[in-house]
């Protein structure tokens, strides 16, 4: 990691479902133009820790700071102050949804104007425009008159990419993009998202895709628990895990039978 | 067996009739269907609030308006509410009573369609950086109408049978102008057969519009 300071800090986040505490303290540190990939066994957290990053999830307290935004949750917010704070650090993000969370009843350029337009006020014919070249970018130009359902599900994922990154985030976050995808479609959207990470993007991403992980990420978090187990270069966190969990799991992943 | 004169009284009285729809029927249901309709958007969003009092206001009102019958809630607006000081004439009377019966029941077809809405929906809208109220007006509503419709189909037509009952209140719609009809002939047969045959043709051409806003209503989404 390079001297800048981090574009984005989480600090000490804690979350609970009733009596289930999802998240007992995480920290992480984002520097800008960097991929860090969240991995870990299902319920240990890691959706939650990205969920929480843009306030979809609000957490009972810790801190989560993007670029000069910064929210505090542990301060006793009203609904009201809450939502407008949530609303601050939520433009900060670009979020690609697991179920991708396409507009049905909107056609694919709409999907990806409907932020520009309908929040941002920005020009319609701009709007287009760009969202056009965001479309090209992840291939898809010639899907902008279709509606959601006429794509596959790799398109589908591709056209939810070109939505998040239409509202001009400072950073990317992706909620296992793939794991809802037939195999064959994986490597296309993984395949834009690694041109992304290759053109600067700030990125973080809960994947089970190791090959992603290794060959993309800057940094690897193992979670477990509800807390970040080990984390670091991807080299060091897939290839000579220090803690044992960390190595049962990558275990498991690499040989399921 | 009817009269001799039967043919005639029916040509005679399809005039007065047809004033009695479209004076007093129709413009009764499509004022009391719009009142209603915002009303249960109103009603819906309010059951739906997670602040528990703004809920239970809208729960009481649904029961107490499911609770009562039409009828009575007419006759306490028009016959009612003078005796308290208020006193309305007899057309805003059935029009104010219908919107608030359509406008309770209605509610909660409105507030299973917004949670036939994806609750990821909601949260894509958040994260290109919709408000509450956007979220609502540009994502979840225009899903929510496709499922709506029939139910919603269904309230309207109900709801163009029960304004008959507004002829219990002196209001001159269709039913009122067929008893006037019939009352100087005693042909009660023949001319409530043709205010039913009224009633029936104004449901048969909702229910074509209701199948033609299905259709369109359906375009987005996979056969």
């Not at chain 1, 959601?148 to 509202?167: D, E, F, H, K, T």
């Not at chain 2, 528990?52 to 509410?81: D, E, N």
């Not at chain 2, 001159?172 to 023949?190: G, H, I, N, S």
Request: charged share 20%.
């Amino acid at each position: 990691m390079t001297g800048t300071s981090p574009l984005l800090q989480a600090r000490a986040i804690t979350k609970s479902f009733g009596d289930n505490r999802v998240l007992r303290g995480v920290d992480l540190t984002v520097a800008p133009g960097t991929v860090t990939v969240l991995i870990g066994p299902s319920g240990s957290g890691k959706t939650t820790v990205l969920r929480s990053l843009n306030a979809l999830e609000t957490p009972d307290s810790g801190l989560v700071r993007i670029g000069d935004v910064s929210v505090d949750f542990s301060q006793p917010f009203s609904r009201k102050v809450r939502r407008r704070e949530a609303a601050r650090l939520r433009a900060q993000s670009g979020m690609v949804f697991q179920s991708h969370n396409l507009f049905p009843h909107l056609s694919v350029l709409a999907n990806v104007t409907e932020g520009p337009i309908v929040v941002q006020r920005r020009p319609k014919e701009e709007a287009r425009t760009e969202a056009l070249a965001l479309l090209d970018r992840v291939g898809l130009a010639d899907k902008a008159d279709q509606f959601p359902y006429q794509l596959s599900g790799g398109q589908q994922q591709r056209v939810g990419i070109a939505r998040a990154l239409a509202i001009r985030p400072r950073l990317m976050l992706f909620d296992e993009p793939t794991s809802a995808l037939d195999p064959e479609l994986v490597g296309e959207v993984l395949a834009v998202m690694k041109d992304l990470a290759t053109e600067g993007w700030t990125m973080v991403v809960v994947t089970h895709e190791m090959r992603f992980a290794r060959q993309v990420a800057d940094q690897v978090a193992f979670m477990d628990g509800g807390v970040i187990v080990e984390q670091g270069p991807p080299a060091a966190v897939l290839q000579e895990p220090a803690q044992e969990r960390t190595r049962r799991f990558l275990h498991r992943i690499i040989d399921p039978i | 067996m009817l009269a001799d004169g039967t043919p005639g009284l029916v040509r005679d009285s399809l005039g007065p009739l047809l004033e009695g729809t479209v004076k007093g029927t129709i413009p009764l249901t499509l004022i009391s269907f719009a009142g209603g309709l915002v009303l249960a958007l109103i009603v819906a969003l309010m059951r739906l609030s997670p602040v528990t009092p703004v809920s239970w206001i809208a729960r009481c009102y649904v029961s107490v308006i499911r609770g009562t019958p039409l009828l009575l809630q007419l006759f306490i607006i028009y016959y009612g509410l003078p005796s308290l000081g208020a006193t309305i004439d007899p057309f805003p009377s059935a029009c104010i009573a219908f919107t608030l019966n359509v406008g309770g029941y209605a509610s909660e077809v409105v507030r299973a369609a917004i949670l036939s809405v994806p609750k990821g929906q909601a949260e894509a809208a958040a994260t290109v950086g919709m408000d509450y109220v956007t979220t609502l007006r540009r994502i979840v509503l225009p899903q929510a109408a496709r499922v709506a419709v029939p139910p919603m189909s269904n309230t309207l037509i109900s709801l163009v049978k029960d304004t008959s009952l507004a002829s219990t209140i002196q209001v001159t719609e269709l039913l009122r102008k067929a008893q006037e009809a019939a009352a100087p002939t005693y042909e009660f047969f023949t001319l409530y057969a043709v205010a039913a045959g009224y009633y029936w043709v104004i449901c048969l051409v909702l229910s074509f519009a209701q199948t033609h806003l299905e259709t369109r209503l359906d375009r987005y989404v996979a056969s």
